[in-house]
């Protein structure tokens, strides 16, 4: 079983940027890529981000595509989300996951996602 925690949301201002951090603990072997989604009051969770842990092919909703980037660190077991130019549409609570699907670009389908993170406040101030 894999444990996730986020970490770094906060809030900010509009145009600002934020660092969201996952550790992943348990059994990290049993995963092939970790995301990011999120999800406003009465929207549905989307995706955002995710890598693959292996060879670091990342995919990226075109709605942050210029603006967030995704990183991991092997050594920490931890997968970071870097948000600059921050809009007030990016206030969500924001959720680390973790899949054992193998693809060579990660899914963003948030159903094949195995392990969740409890989730942490991004809100952006206009």
């Known amino acids: 079983q894999v444990h996730l925690v986020e970490s770094g949301g906060g809030l900010v201002q509009a145009g600002g940027s934020l660092r969201l951090s996952c550790a992943a603990s348990?059994?990290?072997?049993?995963?092939?890529?970790m995301g990011w989604f999120r999800q406003a009051p009465g929207k549905e969770r989307e995706f955002v981000a995710a890598?693959?842990?292996?060879?670091?092919?990342?995919a990226i909703a075109h709605s942050v595509l210029d603006r967030f980037t995704i990183s991991r660190d092997n050594a920490k077991n931890t997968v970071d989300l870097q948000m600059t130019s921050l809009k007030p549409e990016d206030t969500a609570v924001y959720y680390c996951?973790?899949?054992?699907?193998?693809?060579?670009?990660?899914?963003?389908?948030?159903?094949?996602?195995?392990?969740w993170g409890q989730g942490t406040q991004v809100t952006v101030s206009s």
């Open positions: 348990g059994r990290t072997l049993d995963f092939y890529a």
């Open positions: 890598i693959n842990w292996g060879d670091s092919n990342t």
């Open positions: 996951a973790s899949t054992s699907q193998v693809a060579a670009t990660p899914t963003p389908y948030a159903s094949a996602y195995d392990a």
